[in-house]
């Protein structure tokens, strides 16, 4: 064993209350910092996870057509009209979807052919939004087959899948027939195949899944389809990936998180305030590590005097302090991750939804007991950073005669 | 190297000063001092003239206002703090009137930690080292009782085991009986001349005690911070 060690331990082991004191203070550091970081983590994946059950993480659609007036002097425009937004079809789509389907970070990705239109059934009519989708390739994009309720996630010839609320509005199940019309008056009568909860209920009231060829008779777009839904690796990174297809598609394209502005400003003050805690936590326990080794140097300066009499150098005593920092920091990570991890899940059975489901996930991953772990280690070896260069440089013939 | 009989420690013009200014106190005002290899001396004088800082000094955990250090035939003044930290190690050991043992650790322990200073490591055969040396000082039985469980005399003979750890040229004992009663005292100062005698191991011993001086080789007595009497003993 070396040397240092051999005393740091000791030290560590002998010096009851003031270990007791410090171990303690780190423990409660780390169980709060892990706690706090579960808890908001968990909170934001779940508020995330949340927000993109029924929205792609990017958006493909045709650029937005801009009127410009003609040139001339001889015609000078008053003012330009706004082009009436008509349903439009991207251009050589089949060529975009696999463009975009070779762009690093994209997982999935997939055409649909989206409008308004009405859903009757004798004499309840809802206004709802027609979405013609290629069931495969959605649900690769879109994780909508554990949300069906009742039937299931395929579109055969005139099916069509509907949302839990629109069901219940119309009075439907699945294998009655419902028709569907758009404001136009181009209609045909769709068999329900399925049943479906996104977890939203704009959704679920609106949302119509038809195959991808109706939707474009229906719709007028022969052949071609609205938007191009995308899925990526990494969610943060959709708005890189977004502005990525549209530069070399010419498109127009929108992440998720473009889509939700709000939420994402929420999400980022929600971890500011979380870090500013943490910060003042880590800083506490550092404040606490500092003085208890402080005053634990001071009541040895002999003990000191005496080790570096009998050919303890300098740097060894430094280290010994130092050491003494550091395992006071990994043993507070050790117990601060099982008190913190007890707290959190505590938390997490204490406040569940009417489903059963946790209102408050916890997020628990290896990479936050290593940083925990990291944050501790570190931080104690450099509280005791002044301790032992307190003591480093006592001056043996002082202490010793003095004390 | 020293000679059987040659100058392990020589002190040539020692001055030491405290404070500054106005405050300033010379406490050594030049001292020249030999002790031979396996001399028994005793340095004797009134309390505040100088005994302890002029020990200090010869055992390099103070460094001397003026004047130079030769230790073992190396001039100290060359060497810089871990230098001093290594040589003091492997050169000189020391016993102090309170014995200081580190509270923290066993007897056994006390006796390693030089070693292991020394080494940078606790190894296995040190415990070996360190329980013959307790064997010395006939506390064998005692090695793994705490040191704060051990009496004044039991005390201090671990002291002297652990200064002899390292197998040093010379041990600087300040009044190392000066705490405990005559019966112990005799028995502490009677081990350190046997250890003398049979390692050839130079003693420099402070003390207050004329009766225990007279039973040293040499009496060196300081006053003022200046050697006023250096005299051969018959001990008896």
Request: charged share 20%; no cysteine.
């Amino acid at each position: 064993m070396r040397f240092e060690w051999f005393i740091a331990i000791r030290y560590l082991r002998e010096g009851k209350a003031q270990t007791a004191l410090v171990l303690g203070g780190t423990t409660v550091g780390v169980a709060v910092l892990i706690f706090l970081t579960a808890l908001i983590s968990g909170l934001q994946r779940s508020l995330v996870a949340q927000t993109l059950s029924a929205q792609a993480h990017v958006l493909v659609k045709a650029p937005e057509r801009v009127a410009r007036p003609l040139p001339g002097p001889d015609r000078p425009a008053d003012h330009v009209e706004k082009v009436p937004d008509r349903i439009r079809s991207i251009e050589q789509w089949q060529r975009v979807l696999a463009s975009i389907g070779t762009i690093p970070g994209v997982l999935a990705a997939t055409p649909t052919a989206a409008g308004a239109a009405f859903a009757s059934r004798g004499p309840a009519t809802k206004s709802v939004t027609l979405r013609g989708i290629e069931p495969e390739s959605f649900a690769r994009v879109i994780d909508v087959v554990p949300k069906m309720k009742a039937g299931r996630f395929s579109l055969e010839g005139t099916e069509a899948i509907v949302g839990t609320v629109l069901a219940s509005d119309l009075g439907v199940g699945v294998g009655d027939k419902v028709r569907l019309a758009t404001p136009e008056g181009r209609g045909d009568i769709f068999t329900i195949s399925g049943i479906f909860d996104l977890g939203n209920k704009e959704v679920n009231a609106r949302w119509v899944f038809v195959p991808l060829r109706s939707a474009q008779t229906l719709l007028d777009v022969p052949g071609g389809v609205t938007t191009i839904e995308v899925k990526v690796a990494e969610i943060f990174d959709a708005e890189r990936l977004a502005r990525e297809i549209a530069r070399r598609n010419g498109l127009s394209a929108d992440s998720w998180m473009e889509l939700n502005q709000q939420l994402l400003v929420g999400l980022r003050s929600q971890s500011a305030s979380s870090w500013m805690i943490q910060a003042l936590v880590v800083l506490a326990v550092a404040l606490g590590i500092a003085s208890v080794l402080g005053v634990s140097v001071i009541q040895k300066s002999r003990e000191i005097g005496i080790l570096k009499a009998t050919g303890t150098s300098t740097g060894m005593v430094q280290r010994i302090f130092l050491l003494e920092g550091a395992l006071v920091g990994a043993a507070g990570s050790v117990l601060g991750a099982g008190v913190g991890s007890v707290m959190a899940i505590a938390f997490a059975g204490l406040a569940r939804a009417p489903t059963g489901e946790p209102l408050f996930p916890v997020d628990l991953t290896p990479g936050l007991y290593l940083g925990a772990a990291t944050v501790a280690i570190v931080t104690g070896t450099l509280a005791a950073w002044f301790p032992a260069s307190r003591a480093a440089r006592l001056e043996p013939a002082e202490v010793i005669r003095y004390g | 190297m020293a000679e059987p009989g040659g100058d392990v420690l020589r002190l040539e013009g020692i001055t030491r000063d405290f404070g500054e200014g106005e405050a300033r106190t010379q406490v050594l005002r030049g001292v020249d001092l030999s002790l031979r290899r396996g001399e028994f001396a005793a340095l004797m004088g009134p309390s505040g003239s100088g005994k302890s800082t002029l020990l200090h000094i010869m055992g390099l955990l103070d460094k001397p206002t003026g004047g130079r250090i030769l230790l073992d035939g190396q001039d100290t003044g060359l060497l810089d703090d871990d230098g001093l930290t290594r040589y003091r190690g492997s050169t000189l050991g020391f016993v102090f009137q309170f014995h200081h043992l580190l509270p923290e650790f066993t007897a056994l322990e006390n006796v390693m930690i030089p070693m292991a200073a020394g080494k940078g490591r606790v190894e296995a055969p040190m415990r070996d080292a360190a329980r013959a040396l307790l064997d010395r000082v006939g506390l064998s039985a005692r090695a793994d009782n705490r040191a704060t469980t051990l009496s004044g005399g039991q005390a201090q003979r671990v002291a002297i085991a652990r200064s002899l750890a390292r197998s040093p040229k010379v041990v600087l004992a300040d009044e190392p009986t000066g705490n405990l009663d005559t019966q112990s005292a005799d028995g502490v100062f009677a081990l350190l001349r046997q250890v003398n005698r049979e390692e050839q191991v130079t003693f420099l011993v402070v003390t207050h005690d004329r009766r225990l001086a007279e039973r040293t080789d040499r009496i060196i007595e300081l006053v003022d911070g200046r050697l006023v009497s250096d005299q051969p003993n018959q001990p008896r």
